[in-house]
């Protein structure tokens, strides 16, 4: 059974800086990774996509990295700003013919003014 | 990106009572839909995935008849939760897939049961 971790579980930074939030799944037999943000009482809004056979994708200061044969995916944020923000969440789906997501647990960032 | 549409944002019903959730996309067809189900400080949790036309396929542990789900039209998915208890107080996530690789997500329903 595939389990997705998201280690810290909660960040804090002072705006500006650059940070990196980690993403590792157990399973690394997946089809695609994908990266949410879910601000308070709100649905996630789609990132950035991974697909298996790439190796980075990136969305102005948004970088996400995916390395398939160690399980891990890692979102780098540059110059981070309050807006930033958020809950981050990776998740990761098996196959192609299978459309389920699996969710990691999430890290909550805030960004220091 | 593509818009999916969840109404209510927010609904307050009394226990015994059946609450309805929509979930639309909006500039797309939807060819499957998924209802999430997410804990305070937790991740989701996946309920049900539906396909237009077809019964929906729930996951272990979720109770059928407790959370009907009809999925009627490609661009229309509604979870009912029906004769709802405080326990089904909860946040409620639909997301729906196309013919593109990734999955869009609603803005989610707040349901409390009182």
């Known amino acids: 059974k595939q389990e997705v971790t998201q280690i810290p579980a909660a960040l804090s930074v002072p705006e500006g800086e650059n940070l990196v939030l980690n993403c590792s799944f157990t399973?690394?037999?997946?089809?695609?990774l994908q990266w949410f943000r879910q601000d308070p009482g709100k649905g996630l809004t789609s990132l950035l996509l991974?697909?298996?056979?790439?190796r980075e994708q990136t969305s102005g200061r948004l970088n996400a990295s995916l390395d398939k044969s160690s399980g891990r995916s890692t979102l780098y944020i540059a110059a981070s700003q309050p807006g930033d923000s958020a809950t981050y969440l990776c998740?990761?789906?098996?196959?192609?013919?299978?459309?389920?997501?699996?969710f990691g647990t999430g890290t909550r960032l805030t960004i220091i003014p | 990106g593509a818009v999916v549409s969840q109404h209510p944002s927010r609904v307050i019903c009394k226990s015994g009572t059946s609450v309805k959730i929509e979930c639309r996309s909006l500039?797309?067809?939807?060819?499957?839909m998924f209802w999430y189900r997410q804990f305070p400080k937790k991740s989701l949790m996946l309920m049900a995935t539906?396909?237009?036309?077809?019964?929906?396929?729930?996951e272990q542990g979720v109770e059928k008849d407790k959370f009907l789900i009809n999925h009627a039209s490609l661009t229309l998915s509604t979870l009912t939760v029906t004769s709802a208890h405080p326990e089904d107080s909860s946040f409620y996530i639909c997301?729906?897939?196309?013919?593109?690789?990734?999955?869009?997500f609603g803005q989610g329903t707040r349901l409390t049961v009182v």
């Open positions: 991974i697909q298996s056979s790439q």
């Open positions: 500039d797309f067809q939807a060819t499957t």
């Open positions: 997301s729906a897939r196309g013919g593109t690789l990734e999955a869009f």
């Open positions: 539906s396909n237009e036309g077809s019964k929906a396929t729930y």
């Open positions: 399973d690394s037999a997946i089809y695609n």
């Open positions: 998740a990761v789906r098996p196959n192609f013919g299978n459309e389920k997501l699996t």
